[in-house]
């Protein structure tokens, strides 16, 4: 069974362009949920989704955004992007949310901001 | 003050020892995962937990919901648990992502 797939894995941008980023989950899985990781503020929630909802935003500003594809791939993007959006973003798939929300992790996509 | 707190920060121990990493929180949760990550970025789910004591080859968890804390347990440590754990919790309140810690940097040294 192939695990979580993220695209691309390194990446880099200059201040003020976007990105998307993609996350394809475990087969069958319906939920997918995304984390930034930084080494000063170390793992933090962005978005969960469920079936293409929007389940639940972290405390990011408007410039990140992400939805859900009918097929529960996913993707997230950054506008305008800053120096300190660089970070590894980390996308989770699960079967369901809460209780029964046993998490497969990605690789990540490491992005840079010059 | 940070909902989710682990202790030890770093640990660094001898081959075989037995290992304990605590995590305290502060609110009514409906979930916690101990999470495993090595070097180069790669995470790893070792656990749900609700309530109890979940045990997987070596290591072992528990959860003591009315303390609300929780504890990991590696047994007959090996140079290969070198990791960062991490713990995080879902918060009981509905529409809430998870919490995290900040990890234990765990080194076995051979």
């Known amino acids: 069974k192939a695990g979580v797939t993220q695209t691309p894995r390194y990446l880099i941008k200059t201040r003020g362009q976007q990105v998307t980023l993609s996350c394809s989950p475990i087969s069958g899985h319906r939920s997918v949920s995304w984390y930034q990781q930084t080494p000063g503020q170390g793992l933090q929630f962005l978005f969960e989704y469920f079936s293409e909802t929007q389940r639940n935003k972290g405390n990011f500003p408007g410039r990140f955004s992400g939805r859900q594809f009918s097929n529960s791939r996913s993707e997230m993007n950054v506008s305008t992007l800053e120096l300190g959006d660089s970070a590894l973003y980390l996308c989770?798939?699960?079967?369901?949310?809460?209780?029964?929300?046993?998490?497969?992790f990605g690789e990540g996509s490491r992005l840079t901001v010059l | 003050k940070n909902e989710v707190e682990q202790s030890p920060q770093n640990l660094t121990a001898q081959e075989g020892e037995f290992i304990t990493i605590n995590c305290s929180y502060s609110v009514g949760i409906s979930a916690l995962h101990w999470l495993q990550q090595h070097p180069g970025g790669g995470i790893v789910s070792l656990f749900m937990?609700?309530?109890g004591k979940k045990k997987h080859g070596r290591l072992i968890a528990t959860i003591n919901i009315q303390e609300k804390h929780s504890s990991l347990h590696i047994t007959a440590s090996h140079p290969r648990d070198s990791a960062v754990y991490i713990c995080a919790v879902r918060l009981a309140t509905l529409m809430n992502g998870l919490t995290f810690g900040k990890g234990t940097h765990l080194i076995i040294q051979p």
């Open positions: 989770a798939s699960s079967l369901g949310t809460g209780r029964t929300g046993e998490l497969f």
């Open positions: 937990l609700s309530s």
